[in-house]
């Protein structure tokens, strides 16, 4: 089993950065595809971002692309979102998750584990 612990969200203005951590257990981290997504009030949950199991390959949802960047370091078990250039709309909590899958996927049914989530807030 993984758990999953997410930190570093807060109350900005837009343009601002953020970084987030989430924080993996387990000595099975390194297999997992990692992913960030975020839900917005009274809206679903919808896919940000994932990378693979090496950290060699990374996707994002267009909404975020350019501004956002996810990296892992399997050595400490821990997956970042750098967020950048931030919107308004970016305002979310933020959920990290780790699925079995090793091909891509951006569907919340494939992520096996999930964190309890951060909260963004961007103001205007």
């Known amino acids: 089993q993984v758990q999953l612990v997410e930190s570093g969200g807060g109350l900005v203005q837009a343009g601002a950065s953020l970084r987030l951590s989430c924080a993996a257990s387990?000595?099975?981290?390194?297999?997992?595809?990692m992913g960030w997504f975020r839900q917005a009030p009274g809206k679903e949950r919808e896919f940000v971002s994932t990378?693979?199991?090496?950290?060699?390959?990374?996707y994002y949802a267009d909404s975020v692309k350019g501004r956002f960047t996810i990296s892992r370091d399997n050595a400490k078990n821990t997956v970042l979102l750098q967020m950048n250039s931030l919107k308004p709309e970016d305002t979310a909590v933020y959920y990290c998750?780790?699925?079995?899958?090793?091909?891509?996927?951006?569907?919340?049914?494939?992520?096996?584990?999930w964190g309890q989530g951060t909260q963004v807030t961007v103001s205007s």
């Open positions: 990378i693979s199991w090496s950290g060699g390959t990374t």
């Open positions: 387990g000595r099975t981290f390194s297999t997992y595809r």
């Open positions: 998750a780790a699925s079995r899958q090793v091909a891509r996927t951006i569907l919340l049914n494939e992520y096996d584990y």
